[in-house]
């Protein structure tokens, strides 16, 4: 019997701290996570125009717009207070606002115009993520 309520009762501790933790980690900050789906999307929308040989130059403005302005919510937004971090999300969005300026019409510019941010991209992720 004693060592059913022993069980029983260390089940019950396991509920009550799994809840805890479960609330911990969803009452985090969703911003970081909604700000990298959202330049993910469009990186992945011009990526997938570059692989079906579709580049709208319309199209392509307007997601390069996009992480542009998303790109300019990365240091507010993580509040890494490090020099090499901020450097680095501005070296993002120098390379957007170039890709921007370069305004691909086709595929050939698309894919020159979004390779240094993805490289970019790459090189933060290896450091921070």
Partial sequence: MRVAL???????????????VVNALNARNPMPKA??????????Q????????????????RH???????ATDIVPVFDIAEQPFSDAAGQL?????QALQAAPADCT?????????????????????
């Fill in 6 to 20: 022993l069980i029983l009762l260390g089940l019950v501790i396991g509920v009550i701290g799994t809840v805890n």
């Fill in 93 to 97: 969005q120098t390379r957007v606002r």
């Fill in 46 to 61: 011009l990526s997938h125009a570059l692989k079906a040989g579709h580049c709208d130059a319309t199209s392509n403005q």
């Fill in 109 to 129: 510019a698309l894919a020159a115009a979004i390779k240094p941010i993805g490289e970019t991209c790459k090189s933060c992720h290896q450091k921070y993520r």
């Fill in 35 to 44: 700000v990298m789906t959202t330049m993910d999307y469009h990186m992945g």
């Fill in 64 to 70: 390069l717009e996009r992480l542009q302005s998303t």
